[in-house]
Structure formats: structure tokens, C-alpha cells
């Protein structure tokens, strides 16, 4: 898949995750306040961060495709990453909203929920589900961390709206004295939504400080290199993350009695067949290395 088409599959997604959570918060909020369920309301917060989260989503990832330039001339890869720590933000915001009114909700007595709610409740977990199938789906085809953090979203979302399913059906069951269920699951749900943060904002720290973690890639570099023309082996290669986009450091070992030129050549044979191979691939700079052993012969 090419730069262009990632992008605009990512930007496609990121529409979706917009028009569904602009829904589902307005859904959530007139349920909560009518059928009495502080934990559909904090659902409904939740939703509301998800909305502007997903909005600075599209933002990173127009951005983060802007072609190189003088200033950047590895591109603006990294606005990425660090737009994923501004969604962990909202996360974080919205997970601290939820918690601070639930413990208020628990020491305030109010109404019990209506049972009308859990028929909603049902279908929108089914829909959040289904929306990070989706979403997490398209950013495994676009190599995006902050669409990978927006479809966590979708997830959180569902958990959320689990725990105010599992509450309110408490307080429905048990009756008078336990309208505080649904409280409490909204509170449990809040340090769910914190967990996830931290499951979203670690990788996106591993692609800031180029931490190695992409074995796969490098296997799969190495064999498309043994098949080139006049390389014998590879030695260091080094991968690092930018948006969509692997940037790739490759030692190749050729004959050593061969010519500067020739030995030019390879390289740009084997940086012509790894891009063309692995399109995910954006700088491969490759450097020739004399092969040892053909050197004696």
C-alpha cells in the first residue's frame, strides 16, 4: 500500500471514529440524564473527549504526511507519536472527570436507573466493539500509532459501557440501597481507562526514542537483500519509526575486488528492490561493505 493510499485510509477511519463518537455521545448523555445513570453520563464524557481526540487524530496524520522538506528532510513523521501523547491526555482528562463525579455520585443519594437503559447499553457496546475491529484493522494496513490509539478508544468506550451495563443491572436486581452501583462502575471504569492510556502511550514513546522492536521487519529486509544481485550478506540494520513510514540503516557485504561504481550500483539495485518490495519502507541508506573473504582469494 502506498504513502497517498495509507493516508487516505487512515483519514477515512478517523472520519468514522468522528460522525460514531458524536453519536454515540449525544446517545449516552440523553439516555443518562433521562433514564438516571451517572455511569452512561461519565460514558457520555468519555465519548465527548473521544470526539476531539479523533479530531486531533486527523490532524497528526495530514500532517505527518507532508512531504520532506529543507527543514524536515525525514519528513514530519514524528507529529504522530506525539499527538498520540496529546490523546493519552484526553484519555487521562476524561478518566479523572469520571472518577472525581463518581466518588461524588456514591455519596449522593439519587434515583435508581431506568431498566430501559440497558437495551441501549447492549447495543452500543456491540457497535464500540465492532468500531475497533475496524479501526485497529486499518492501522495495522497504515503502520498509524495515533489511529492504533484512536481505535483504543473504541475499546475503552466499550469497557466503560460494560462496567455501566454490569452496574445498573446490580441496582436494578437488588433495588433501594444500591443505586450507588452504577457509580461504582463508573469509577472502576475510569482506572480501565487509565490502564489503556498507558498500553497507548508506551509504543508511542518506543517510536520517539527509536527503540528497536521490529524483528519481523528485519528478517523480512534480509531476505529480500540476499536476492539482490552482487550482495553477499547483510550485516547491522538498523529500523526507526516515523508516521507511516520505516526508515531503514543497512550494511551490505559485497565482493571486495569489485569497482567503486559497481559497488555503487548494488546499492542502488538493493535500495531500488527493498522499497519496491516493502513499500512501508521510506529512507533505506545503504552502506557497502567489502566482503573479507573474496578479498583473499
Keep these: ?100 463525579e463518581s466518588i461524588i455520585n456514591i455519596g449522593t443519594p439519587h434515583d435508581l436507573p431506568k431498566s430501559w437503559i440497558l437495551f441501549i447499553l447492549g447495543t452500543i457496546i456491540i457497535w464500540k466493539e465492532i468500531s475497533f475491529q475496524i479501526v485497529i484493522k486499518k492501522s495495522k494496513e497504515t503502520n498509524s500509532s495515533s489511529l492504533k490509539a484512536d481505535a483504543w478508544h473504541h475499546r475503552s468506550d466499550a469497557i466503560t459501557s460494560i462496567a455501566a451495563f454490569i452496574g445498573i443491572s446490580v441496582a436494578l436486581f437488588f433495588g433501594k440501597g444500591y443505586e450507588a452501583a452504577d457509580d461504582w462502575a463508573a469509577l472502576f471504569a475510569s482506572g480501565f481507562i487509565v490502564y489503556n492510556s498507558y498500553l497507548i502511550f508506551r509504543p508511542a514513546l518506543g517510536e520517539i526514542m527509536d527503540e528497536h522492536v521490529y524483528d519481523d521487519l528485519v528478517d523480512e529486509i534480509r531476505n529480500v537483500s540476499d536476492k539482490v544481485e552482487g550482495v553477499i550478506n547483510t550485516e547491522k540494520c538498523f529500523i526507526r519509526k516515523s508516521g507511516m513510514k520505516y526508515h531503514v540503516d543497512l550494511h551490505a557485504t559485497v565482493d571486495a575486488n569489485i569497482t567503486v561504481k559497481q559497488g555503487h550500483e548494488i546499492s542502488h539495485l538493493l535500495k531500488d528492490t527493498l522499497r519496491l518490495e516493502i513499500p512501508e519502507l521510506g529512507h533505506v541508506l545503504i552502506h557497502i561493505e567489502p566482503d573479507e573473504y573474496k578479498a583473499e582469494e
Design 1 to 100: 500500500m502506498t504513502t497517498s493510499s495509507n493516508e487516505q485510509t487512515a483519514i477515512k477511519a478517523t472520519y468514522f471514529s468522528i460522525i460514531g463518537n458524536t453519536s454515540l455521545a449525544i446517545i449516552k448523555g440523553l439516555t443518562g440524564y433521562f433514564g438516571h445513570s451517572y455511569a452512561l453520563i461519565a460514558d457520555a464524557i468519555e465519548s465527548t473527549a473521544d470526539i476531539f481526540s479523533s479530531i486531533l487524530v486527523l490532524f497528526g496524520i495530514k500532517y505527518s504526511n507532508k512531504p520532506a522538506d529543507k527543514n524536515h528532510p525525514y519528513g514530519h513523521g514524528r507529529a504522530e507519536p506525539l499527538v498520540t501523547f496529546l490523546v493519552v491526555g484526553f484519555l487521562i482528562t476524561s478518566a479523572s472527570i469520571i472518577a472525581y
